[in-house]
């Protein structure tokens, strides 16, 4: 793409997602730092999806979708069982190919990039914990083999797992550590973009407050933040944007206040709560704006409910 | 040599058809419903082998060398269908297996020609070509239906190496490696036991035809190595092949059909 250049579709898939304000406009080629300024001083940097669409012969799973996820934030991505959003995962390291559309990273079309280093950059965690070595420390080292075993205990401190797993066997390991080792090696790469595909599905609610705080080290760091989830709780606590994937349509579904700034609106029940407080105290805004939500509209498993506690309160907040 | 043979006239021939009607007789007799299906049998492998020993006639007297290896290049064609179809459902398996088996066989008769221990002529590269490609085609088949195997079970734990940046080779490098093991370890074995267990057929028709024990073995000990190095070489072969197949350009492990 040549920087002079604005694509409709970008310009309008961040301001229809994410509110970044002001036209989204020439991306440099190549990544990490070299992200383009907008006019108007935003940086965006991270993934954009252009009229995406995917279908398998005749059966759309789901088409032209236009979003943005971009670089400090995390978006959630919500919806039915069988929609597509672990299709839609998969399209951002290209282990699927969309139908149609294409996917930039930092403003290059992913297909441009070497897959490997593209992987390297977008790292998706799946839902499944599949570990392939026997000891935990070779598993933390299938993406880096030259990790020592003191950044290995740190990357399993990050995932929330005590330095006694180091050379824990993989077979004996629960579902929840398993996870946690999978979201270990899949740091150990250094991923720009983590992509989390149902990361607390078999997490107690200490553990995914630990994810959660990773999720805001790495979007403080500049990362962006790519999960799906039918953890209402949790998309609450961490998402800064939620986008809901249903009827083949990703639409908006709440947008929570920048970080730093005081809450807009807070609905935390008490392991969310808890999650706040083994973070030490800094307090994510969870914000769903509650003219976004318009009961009934949505059936997003969990979601629902959360999601009109969280208007209700922000309703309260309002009010009070 | 030829003197000394001992091998049955065609009278003799004649007589172990009695055997046949033996065996016809007890399947009657009990009812087995197999009859029928055992003289079709018998009398099929007759025709068969007399019309490969006729074709075999023609390539010993009139064809030498290139007819013997056109005979070794068509046995190659039919080992690398009947190996193929054993990984059926991987994409190109046919191919795969052609190639693999091709590989086996080639350098392994190259090496026994061009180091002159065998003869080039048609009445022994013909039979130990045989045998060569059929130990390929064996131990090929093998790696590929554990490939099929692997590629479909662990897609999960192939994807979870891809996603973290390995490229397709390493990602697969597990399971071309027991698919490789799968496949050699039959003949590792047939090796370590050959003599004890079982008389190999080499080594039993050279003793049938009244060659001395101690000069029998001498091209045993050659077939099991020759075999050792074409199985290895076909299997190793015929896997890349397939894993080539089995990741499209972007190190994606394609969908197999179930």
């Known amino acids: 793409m040549d920087s002079g250049r604005t694509h409709p579709g970008m310009a309008e898939g961040a301001r229809g997602t994410t509110g970044v304000r002001g036209r989204i406009a020439p991306f440099g080629r190549g990544g990490g730092a070299r992200a383009a300024r907008v006019g108007q001083g935003c940086y965006v940097r991270g993934i954009v999806l252009e009229q995406i669409g995917v279908s398998y012969g005749e059966n759309a799973v789901f088409t032209d979708i236009t979003a943005a996820l971009p670089s400090g934030r995390c978006t959630a991505i919500v919806g039915p069982s069988g929609v597509g959003k672990t299709t839609l995962l998969r399209l951002l390291n290209r282990l699927a190919e969309p139908s149609s559309g294409r996917i930039l990273l930092d403003g290059v079309p992913i297909t441009e990039l070497d897959v490997l280093e593209l992987r390297r950059r977008v790292g998706l965690i799946p839902q499944r914990p599949t570990l392939v070595e026997e000891i935990v420390v070779d598993e933390v080292r299938v993406g880096r083999p030259d990790l020592t075993d003191a950044e290995v205990l740190a990357l399993l401190a990050r995932a929330g797992l005590p330095e006694t797993f180091l050379h824990r066997q993989c077979r004996e390991l629960s579902g929840g550590e398993a996870q946690r080792v999978c979201l270990a090696r899949g740091l150990a790469v250094r991923p720009q973009v983590l992509v989390l595909d149902e990361p607390t599905s078999a997490l107690d ?63 935390f029940d008490a392991a969310a709560a808890r999650a706040e407080a083994a973070q030490g105290g800094g307090a994510r805004a969870v914000a769903i704006g509650a003219e976004a939500i318009a009961p009934g509209e949505f059936e997003a498993d969990g979601i629902r409910t959360a999601a009109h506690e969280a208007g209700a309160s922000a309703r309260e907040d309002r009010e009070a | 040599m030829v003197q000394g043979l001992s091998v049955p006239d065609w009278p003799g021939v004649g007589a172990s058809v009695l055997l046949v009607a033996l065996a016809a007789l007890i399947a009657y007799r009990q009812r087995l419903h197999l009859t029928r299906e055992l003289l079709i049998a018998s009398v099929r492998a007759g025709v068969q082998l007399v019309a490969v020993a006729a074709i075999l006639l023609v390539v010993f007297r009139h064809t030498g060398l290139p007819g013997a290896l056109v005979w070794v290049v068509l046995m190659i064609g039919i080992a690398g269908q009947v190996a193929g179809r054993r990984g059926a459902g991987l994409p190109h398996a046919i191919r795969s297996a052609t190639i693999g088996v091709a590989f086996g066989a080639v350098i392994t008769l190259g090496v026994l020609i061009l180091l ?143």
């Open chain 1, 205 to 267: 609610e200490v553990a995914a407050a630990a994810v959660g705080k990773l999720i805001g080290e790495h979007t403080g760091g500049g990362g962006a933040v790519v999960l799906v989830s039918h953890d209402s709780t949790f998309v609450g606590t961490v998402a800064d944007d939620i986008l809901l994937l249903d009827d083949g349509r990703l639409s908006r579904l709440g947008e929570f206040g920048e970080r730093g700034l005081a809450p807009r609106a807070v609905a």
């Open chain 2, 116 to 258: 002159h221990v065998i003869s080039t002529q048609a009445r022994v590269v013909v039979p130990v070509g045989g045998m060569i490609v059929s130990g390929s085609m064996q131990a090929t088949g093998v790696a590929l239906r554990r490939l099929r195997e692997d590629a479909r079970a662990a897609r999960p734990e192939i994807e979870a190496r891809l996603c973290l940046g390995l490229p397709a080779r390493e990602a697969f490098l597990p399971y071309r490696r027991s698919a490789l093991r799968t496949a050699l370890v039959p003949t590792i074995d047939a090796t370590k036991v050959v003599g004890l267990i079982s008389l190999p057929g080499a080594m039993t028709g050279l003793i049938l035809a009244g060659v001395e024990p101690l000069t029998a073995i001498r091209y045993q000990i050659v077939v099991m190595y020759m075999l050792l190095a074409a199985t290895a070489l076909a299997a190793l072969a015929a896997a890349r092949v397939a894993e080539r197949y089995l990741f499209d350009d972007a190190q994606r492990l394609v969908v197999l059909p179930a």
